[in-house]
């Protein structure tokens, strides 16, 4: 007697995402990495106002600071903000959002890698960077050209 098994009716833009990532192994790589993209900016964005991970005053270059008009804590406030427009973009629309994402992070290796001590968090990020042009590749297959309102078409 052969079984067959019916599928559940889908509820929701989750359920959907899921059944799709299930059945193609590259959308779910996609969909794990926009999440994760959306995710690491506003979990950081959280934490330099509190300083609960670290203190992220401590991994700003001191030629940075001595550009910025602003204090190390007021600089970093300004970089919560631009990671917080980062996060909002990946949302609406990471076909193009990712490579603000990826030249952010291209900032943040050289920030690195000019202030002696944190060249592992650099080589790091550089895998971020990586990530975030994988992401790219498949944002190109996985999201519309063109700026839409609503997210994701």
Same mark, same amino acid.
């Given at each position: 007697? %052969?079984?067959?098994? &019916?599928? %559940?009716?889908?509820?929701?833009?989750? @359920?959907?995402?899921? @059944?799709?990532?299930?059945?193609? *192994?590259?959308?779910?790589? +996609?969909?794990?990495?926009?999440? $994760?993209?959306? %995710? &690491?900016?506003? /979990?950081?964005?959280?934490?330099?106002? +509190?300083?609960?991970?670290?203190?992220?005053? @401590?991994?700003?270059? *001191?030629?940075?600071?001595?550009?910025?008009?602003?204090?190390?804590?007021?600089?970093?406030? =300004?970089? $919560?903000? =631009?990671?917080?427009? %980062?996060?909002?973009?990946? !949302?609406?629309?990471?076909?193009?959002?990712?490579?603000?994402?990826a030249l952010w992070l291209? #900032?943040? /290796? =050289?920030?690195?890698?000019?202030?002696? #001590? +944190?060249?592992?968090?650099?080589?790091?990020? +550089? #895998?971020?960077?990586?990530?975030?042009?994988?992401?790219? !590749?498949?944002?190109?297959?996985?999201?519309?050209? $063109?700026?839409?309102?609503? #997210?994701?078409?």
């Amino acid at each position: 007697m %052969a079984t067959h098994s &019916i599928s %559940a009716p889908v509820a929701g833009w989750s @359920s959907h995402a899921l @059944s799709r990532a299930k059945a193609d *192994p590259a959308y779910g790589a +996609f969909l794990m990495l926009w999440i $994760g993209f959306i %995710a &690491i900016p506003l /979990i950081m964005v959280l934490d330099k106002f +509190f300083n609960v991970l670290t203190n992220w005053e @401590s991994y700003l270059a *001191p030629w940075i600071e001595n550009l910025s008009p602003f204090t190390a804590q007021g600089t970093m406030m =300004v970089i $919560g903000i =631009v990671e917080i427009i %980062a996060a909002i973009a990946m !949302v609406l629309r990471p076909r193009y959002a990712v490579f603000v994402v990826a030249l952010w992070l291209a #900032g943040i /290796i =050289v920030n690195l890698l000019s202030y002696s #001590g +944190f060249y592992d968090v650099a080589l790091r990020d +550089f #895998g971020l960077l990586v990530a975030a042009l994988a992401l790219a !590749v498949l944002a190109r297959t996985y999201t519309k050209p $063109g700026f839409r309102k609503g #997210g994701m078409k």
